[in-house]
């Protein structure tokens, strides 16, 4: 089994940054993909990003690309998301995920492990 607990949400003005954790126990996160969803009220959740466990390469939604960062410490089993120039369309339930396969994924449906979320908003 794994607990993953998400943390660092908050309101923040357009334009600010905030920096999510992920903290995985019960099983490490160090061989899995990890990605991080959304999800904002009325919506469906949607992919943010993944990292890969082999070469920590990332990918990213098209709508974060190049103001969203994420990474990975094996060593304190956690994940990160440190967000930039954060608009309010970013504002959403952030969740992070452990995936069930060995390659990244952009659908909620390949990941089985999943925190509580953190709440993001962005006022403008």
């Known amino acids: 089994q794994v607990q993953l607990v998400e943390s660092g949400g908050g309101l923040v003005q357009a334009g600010g940054s905030l920096r999510l954790s992920c903290a995985a126990s019960?099983?490490?996160?160090?061989?899995?993909?990890v990605g991080w969803f959304r999800q904002a009220p009325g919506k469906e959740r949607e992919f943010v990003a993944y990292i890969n466990w082999s070469d920590e390469s990332p990918y990213y939604a098209d709508s974060v690309k190049g103001r969203f960062t994420i990474s990975r410490d094996n060593a304190k089993n956690t994940a990160y998301l440190q967000m930039n120039s954060l608009k309010p369309a970013d504002t959403a339930v952030y969740y992070c995920?452990?995936?069930?396969?060995?390659?990244?994924?952009?659908?909620?449906?390949?990941?089985?492990?999943w925190g509580q979320g953190t709440q993001v908003t962005v006022s403008s």
């Open positions: 995920a452990r995936s069930s396969i060995s390659y990244g994924s952009t659908s909620q449906y390949t990941y089985n492990y």
């Open positions: 019960g099983r490490t996160l160090r061989t899995y993909v």
